[in-house]
C-alpha cells in the first residue's frame, strides 16, 4: 500500500497551483495533507484520483500511475471530495448496490452488507439520501468508497459542514479505514489532523513547507515558538534586528508570535535583545506544543524577517 508522487506540478493558466511536489507514503495509517485555503491542496487530490492530469511529474497509487494507467488506479482507490454528489432521489441500499455494480463488485450484497456495518448505516439504510442528515450523507459517500475494497482513500476536507458530534463520528470512521487502508485527508482544521493523522504533510503556496509524524512536528515547535508583549507595541519590522527569529506574527490581541531558529529556548535571547533596544517586555511565554502554531508559522506570510 503506498501513494508516490514525484516532481508533480500544475498550473491553471499563468498560476503554479502545485510546485514540483514530490513526497511518499509506504503503508497503512492516515495521512494529513493539510494547507492553507488556495494552496493546492484539492488539486493534488484531485489528480491522485484521476480527475485531473497534472502538467508534469508522476502520482502512482501502489505502483499504478495515475495518469499512464488510471483505470488501474481508480480500481485500488477510493475517493470522497469535499462536495459529495449523491443521488438522493435513491434509497441507500439501493445506491450502494448500484456503485457496487459499477465496479464490478463480485458478491455485492455482501460488499454492501459490510460497508453499511462499517459505517453504521444500518438504520438509514432503507431511508433516501435526500431524506439524511449530512452526516449521513458522508457515511453513504464512504461506504460508497469503501464497496470495491480500495487499498488507498484520497479523503478531501471529509468533515466540512459537519455539528461535532458528526465530525467524531466520521472521524471514528476514518481512523478505523486507516488501520488496512492508505488513507490521505485533506484539511485546513487542525485538530482533525492532530486527533486522526498518523503523519502530516503541509503545503503553502504549491510548496511542502513540513512533512513528518504529526508528534514529531508538535515536538518541533519546543523551545522555538514564544509569545511576547510589550508595553508600548512596537513595528513588527523592529525583529530584523534579532537574527536568532525565523519568523514573526502579530496577533490580534497586539503580541506577537515568534519561531526561533534552530532548537534552543529563545527566551533569554529575546529579554537580552529586547533590554539592549529599550522595550518593555510585560509578558514572554514559551507556546504549548501545538500544530496549530507551527502551521500558522509555516503559511502566514511573515512580515517581520
Known amino acids: 500500500m503506498s501513494i508516490n508522487v514525484k516532481n508533480l506540478t500544475k498550473r491553471y493558466g499563468s498560476r503554479e497551483v502545485l510546485k514540483n511536489i514530490s513526497f511518499e507514503i509506504k ?4 495521512t494529513g495533507f493539510l ?10 487530490m484531485k489528480i491522485l484520483s484521476g480527475l485531473i492530469a497534472p502538467d508534469s511529474g508522476t502520482a502512482e497509487i501502489n ?6 494507467h488510471p483505470q488501474e488506479a481508480k480500481r485500488i482507490t477510493g475517493y470522497l471530495p469535499e462536495h459529495n454528489p449523491l443521488y438522493t432521489d435513491m434509497y441507500v441500499r439501493e445506491f450502494l448496490y448500484m ?5 464490478k463488485v463480485n458478491d455485492k450484497a455482501s460488499a454492501v452488507a459490510r460497508a453499511i456495518d462499517a459505517t453504521g448505516l444500518g438504520a438509514e439504510s432503507g431511508k ?10 458522508q457515511r453513504v459517500g ?13 479523503l478531501d476536507e471529509p468533515t466540512t459542514g459537519l455539528d461535532p458530534n458528526q465530525i467524531v463520528e466520521i472521524r471514528n470512521l476514518i481512523r478505523e479505514a486507516g488501520r488496512t487502508k492508505t488513507v ?5 482544521i487542525m485538530q482533525e489532523v492532530e486527533a486522526i493523522c498518523d503523519r502530516t504533510v503541509i503545503i503553502n503556496g504549491g510548496e511542502i513547507v513540513a512533512d513528518g509524524e504529526t508528534a514529531s512536528l508538535k515536538m518541533q515547535a519546543s523551545g522555538k515558538i514564544v509569545e511576547i508583549e510589550f508595553a508600548e507595541q512596537p513595528d513588527i519590522s523592529i525583529f530584523k534586528s534579532a537574527d536568532f527569529v525565523e519568523k514573526v506574527e502579530l496577533l490580534n490581541d497586539g503580541s506577537f508570535m515568534l519561531k526561533g531558529r534552530g532548537d534552543s529556548d ?16 510585560i509578558a514572554m511565554q514559551q507556546k504549548e506544543r501545538r500544530l496549530e502554531d507551527v502551521f500558522r508559522l509555516l503559511t502566514k506570510q511573515n512580515t517581520g524577517n
Do not use: C
Request: glycine share 14%.
Open 99 to 103: 456503485t457496487a455494480s459499477i465496479h
Open 27 to 30: 503503508t497503512a495509517g492516515v
Open 142 to 154: 464512504l461506504a460508497q468508497n469503501l464497496l470495491h475494497d480500495p487499498e488507498a482513500l484520497i
Open 35 to 44: 494547507g492553507p485555503n488556495g494552496a493546492g491542496k484539492s488539486t493534488m
Open 63 to 68: 505502483g499504478r500511475d495515475v495518469l499512464r
Open 184 to 188: 490521505m485527508l485533506s484539511s485546513h
Open 128 to 137: 433516501k439520501i435526500g431524506t439524511l442528515s449530512k452526516g449521513y450523507r
Open 266 to 281: 529563545i527566551r533569554a535571547k529575546l529579554f537580552g535583545w529586547a533590554v539592549e533596544g529599550g522595550l518593555t517586555i
